[in-house]
């Protein structure tokens, strides 16, 4: 029997054997967390992408609401215009010597609105429409032949800006009569 001479680099021993899983371990590890990291990347460009867009949200929000505490505090003015037009008794607005009066209050009360015009902001149509309690405040029910639920008197205009309430309308609403 002609046995060659073993090479003992052709023997494996449990030592290589080990050496081998360890090379494969650290690329199975490295390209784990590779896998890792590029999903990390992902969710900081998600999460970046979505900071980003309630940025530019909240930007635009500040810009189209920013007169809405301005436009609460001129809302009174304009509610005392109106009852002061409404109050102005028919025998004095035929006087001569105050008609230039009425007309400057008139004319008043009409660029306010312009302005409120130019800024997007709308009066509530009440009267006749159903309750509706995100423009709504029901201060009272009358007896009434309308629908219940009806708003059948409008104590105080309401106000929207743009597509928020600024001001709710006080009103009264119809209930069934007795």
């Known amino acids: 029997m002609n046995e060659e001479p073993i090479n003992e680099n052709d023997v494996e021993t ?12 650290p690329v199975a590890a490295l390209e784990s967390e590779i896998v890792k990291l590029k999903q990390d990347v992902l969710y900081a460009r ?3 992408e979505n ?13 189209a609401y ?16 109106s009852r002061a037009i409404i109050a ?3 025998e004095l607005r ?23 015009q130019r800024n997007d902001i709308t009066k509530i149509e009440s009267v006749g429409a159903k309750l509706d309690p995100n423009k709504h405040q ?11 639920g009806t708003v059948v008197q409008e104590m105080q205009s309401g106000y929207m800006i743009k597509d928020r ?8 609403v119809a209930k069934a009569a007795e």
């Open 138 to 148: 029901a201060m009272v029910e009358l007896p009434s032949d309308a629908e219940p």
């Open 88 to 90: 102005i008794p028919a």
């Open 94 to 116: 035929e006087d001569e010597r105050v008609k230039s009066l009425i007309a400057g209050i008139e004319m008043t009360g009409k660029e306010i609105d312009n302005i409120f």
């Open 46 to 48: 998600a999460e970046t």
């Open 165 to 172: 309430l600024l001001r709710p309308a006080l009103v009264a």
């Open 14 to 25: 449990p030592e290589t054997e080990q050496t081998e899983a360890a090379a494969e371990s």
């Open 51 to 63: 900071v980003r867009r309630r940025g530019e949200k909240e930007k635009a929000d500040t810009a």
């Open 66 to 81: 920013a007169v809405t505490k301005f436009a609460r505090d001129i809302l009174s003015v304009a509610d005392n215009l």
